[in-house]
């Protein structure tokens, strides 16, 4: 059917076409992480309306990344 054939589209052409994606993405979010460590200011501490929607993102990247690695 055509979900299958877009499933197995999916995942076997668009999964490993983003992998460097997400890689990179990945890799900036934990280099802006620790800038923020190092400058000893969290979005928590600013109290930012943006911390939750950072947070939320930050593990979704942690979680596709570590899919793609699997």
Same mark, same amino acid.
């Given at each position: 059917?055509?979900?299958? *054939?877009?499933? $197995?589209?999916?995942? /076997? =052409?668009?999964?490993?076409?983003?992998?460097?994606?997400?890689?990179? +993405?990945?890799?900036?979010?934990?280099?802006? *992480?620790?800038? $923020?460590?190092?400058? /000893? =200011?969290?979005?928590?501490?600013?109290?930012?309306?943006?911390?939750? +929607?950072?947070?939320?993102?930050?593990?979704?990247?942690?979680? $596709?990344?570590?899919?793609?690695?699997?």
């Amino acid at each position: 059917t055509t979900t299958q *054939n877009l499933t $197995l589209y999916y995942s /076997r =052409i668009v999964i490993p076409k983003m992998k460097p994606v997400i890689k990179n +993405t990945l890799y900036q979010l934990k280099n802006w *992480n620790e800038q $923020l460590k190092n400058t /000893r =200011i969290t979005l928590n501490t600013l109290d930012s309306p943006l911390a939750p +929607t950072v947070s939320n993102e930050y593990q979704a990247f942690t979680q $596709l990344t570590n899919q793609a690695n699997d």
